[in-house]
T-cell receptor, first 113, second 113 residues
Framework: DGGITQSPKYLFRKEGQNVTLSCEQNLNHDAMYWYRQDPGQGLRLIYYSQIVNDFQKGDIAEGYSVSREKKESFPLTVTSAQKNPTAFYLC????????????FGPGTRLTVL | GQQVMQIPQYQHVQEGEDFTTYCNSSTTLSNIQWYKQRPGGHPVFLIQLVKSGEVKKQKRLTFQFGEAKKNSSLHITATQTTDVGTYFCAGLWSGGSNYKLTFGKGTLLTVNP
């Protein structure tokens, strides 16, 4: 089955630790995205990648980093510089950047204690 | 940056009643997409509207794009408990090399059986 996988579903970390969230897609999509979802805030774009080996900051990139070394993978690192890291993180992909529908993974709920 | 305002934030209806959520932009959109997120789930693409005045239907769901391409609506006729979830609009503005989809904050629909 084609789709997007994110792991783990739930993640707990201590304050001050970096943590990397996994996102893998086998849809052969060029574009991939990371969103953060907080209650009542909708989806806010953290980083996006239009094509492999390229990525750009979204609206709330501070305290986050990404890489896009392979077309199917777009991991997100939440660094200790992110002031409020506890949130629901969603990865998405689309056939081409922005214009096409986005397919979302199941999400990772990160809790920083 | 560009924003889409979505109202209402919450809507509670009795099963069988109609429901409408509205999305507005202060500037002309290139296209608009609608997504549904079930409680505990991830957003799922519903539809994309591109043309001025466009109306599309999916069973009990009717999507409209305004003549000026600055607003959109999603109307559900005779709601069912399966309609429960948060409905997001996401707007795209043309111009520039890095235009990206921007999500509204969503409307949470609850249905009383």
């Amino acid at each position: 089955d084609g789709g997007i996988t994110q792991s783990p579903k739930y993640l707990f970390r201590k304050e001050g630790q970096n943590v990397t969230l996994s996102c893998e897609q086998n849809l052969n999509h060029d574009a991939m995205y990371w969103y953060r979802q907080d209650p009542g805030q909708g989806l806010r774009l953290i980083y996006y990648s239009q094509i492999v080996n390229d990525f750009q900051k979204g609206d709330i990139a501070e305290g986050y980093s990404v890489s896009r070394e392979k077309k199917e993978s777009f991991p997100l690192t939440v660094t200790s510089a992110q002031k409020n890291p506890t949130a629901f993180y969603l990865c998405a992909s689309s056939r081409a950047f922005s214009y096409n529908e986005q397919f979302f993974g199941p999400g990772t709920r990160l809790t920083v204690l | 940056g560009q924003q889409v305002m979505q109202i209402p934030q919450y809507q509670h209806v009795q099963e069988g009643e109609d429901f409408t959520t509205y999305c507005n932009s202060s500037t002309t959109l290139s296209n608009i997409q609608w997504y549904k997120q079930r409680p505990g789930g991830h957003p799922v693409f519903l539809i994309q509207l591109v043309k001025s005045g466009e109306v599309k239907k999916q069973k009990r769901l009717t999507f409209q794009f305004g003549e000026a391409k600055k607003n959109s609506s999603l109307h559900i006729t005779a709601t069912q408990t399966t309609d429960v979830g948060t409905y997001f609009c996401a707007g795209l503005w043309s111009g520039g090399s890095n235009y990206k989809l921007t999500f509204g904050k969503g409307t949470l629909l609850t249905v009383n059986p």
